[in-house]
């Protein structure tokens, strides 16, 4: 069965830290890794990640995945109170369905 | 260009009654997706829909039933609601064979009481 972990369940940090999220995956038929941010609601879509190595960025935020590991880490540096939200991996094997992780509730003081 | 549209937002229904949840997916996407997300935890898969035919399915009971129209609009049915049912229903579209990314929307929040 396919299966997301992800570390740590919860962290809090002060504005302009840099924090490591961490995800790791069994699946089926890999396909893609993907990172979302749930603040209230939908959880809304920061990357995509289906070969190894490679680190995408965007602003503050970057991520790279290990397919040789199973595991991806998600990276946000000097942090703003903004980002204050449940961030969750989930993976997708030979369908559309995601299998997600519980997810990190990151908490981030001024 | 709109995203994916989910309604109601927000409702409160008894144990034992039915509900049903709509989705409009964003535009050009043909494949929706219902996810069961619990306090605290991680979206569940439930069912997908495509071409208007359940394609796969989740480890949910059988109250969970679901409806793609021609439109690729989709409906979420549960029927004989049990307070375990409490949760945030997302559904989530996409483009089939294009690889594209997975869309939410904004969730119905469904209460049981």
């Known amino acids: 069965e396919d299966k997301v972990v992800q570390s740590p369940l919860s962290l809090v940090v002060h504005e302009g830290d840099t924090v490591t999220l961490n995800c790791s995956y069994e699946?089926?038929?890999?396909?893609?890794l993907l990172w979302y941010k749930q603040e209230k609601k939908a959880p809304t879509f920061l990357f995509m990640l289906?070969?190894?190595?490679i680190e995408k960025k965007s602003g503050r935020l970057s991520s790279i995945l290990d397919k040789k590991e199973l595991f991806s880490i998600l990276n946000i540096t000097a942090t703003q109170t903004g980002d204050s939200a449940i961030y969750l991996c989930?993976?997708?094997?030979?369908?559309?369905?995601?299998?997600f992780g519980k997810g990190t509730k990151l908490t981030v003081n001024p | 260009d709109a995203g994916v549209t989910q309604s109601p937002t927000h409702l409160i229904k008894t144990r034992g009654q039915q509900v049903t949840l709509r989705c409009s997916p964003k535009?050009?996407?043909?494949?929706v997706s219902w996810y069961q997300q619990a306090l605290g935890q991680g979206p569940q898969f439930i069912f997908q829909?495509?071409?208007?035919?359940?394609?796969q399915r989740g480890n949910f009971p059988d109250r969970f039933s679901g409806h793609q129209f021609p439109n690729y609009s989709s409906e979420l049915n549960v029927n004989a609601l049990l307070l375990g049912d409490s949760a945030l229903y997302l559904c989530?579209?996409?483009?089939?064979?294009?690889?594209?990314?997975?869309?939410f929307g904004e969730g119905s929040w469904l209460t049981v009481v």
């Open positions: 989530a579209t996409a483009q089939t064979r294009s690889g594209n990314t997975i869309y």
């Open positions: 699946v089926t038929n890999f396909r893609s």
């Open positions: 829909y495509y071409e208007e035919e359940e394609r």
């Open positions: 289906t070969s190894s190595g």
């Open positions: 989930a993976v997708q094997g030979g369908s559309e369905k995601l299998v």
């Open positions: 535009s050009g996407h043909d494949t």
